[in-house]
């Protein structure tokens, strides 16, 4: 595994995000790999995912399915 410099990725915090400090998540876009991160510690470690991973994780929240009770 190596190291990526992700100090010059533009993020897009989760619209979801509040000034409250609750559980929010960072994503930087226009990236052959989709790089996630937690807002509250933008230099700690982040996730990487292949796009297609990433869209089906992001169709699947939209559509409830992992939500308590989803399917």
């Known amino acids: 595994m190596r190291a990526v410099d992700m100090s010059t990725f533009t993020w ?3 619209s979801y995000s509040n000034d409250e400090g609750g559980a929010c998540l960072e994503v930087a876009d226009n990236l052959p790999l989709v ?3 937690d807002s509250k510690n933008p230099a700690g470690p982040a ?3 292949e796009s297609a991973a990433w869209g089906a994780f992001v169709t699947a929240v939209g559509r409830g399915f992992l939500r308590p009770g989803g399917v």
Do not use: G
Request: aromatic share 12%.
């Open 35 to 37: 790089p996630v991160r």
């Open 47 to 49: 996730l990487i995912f």
């Open 12 to 14: 897009r915090k989760s």
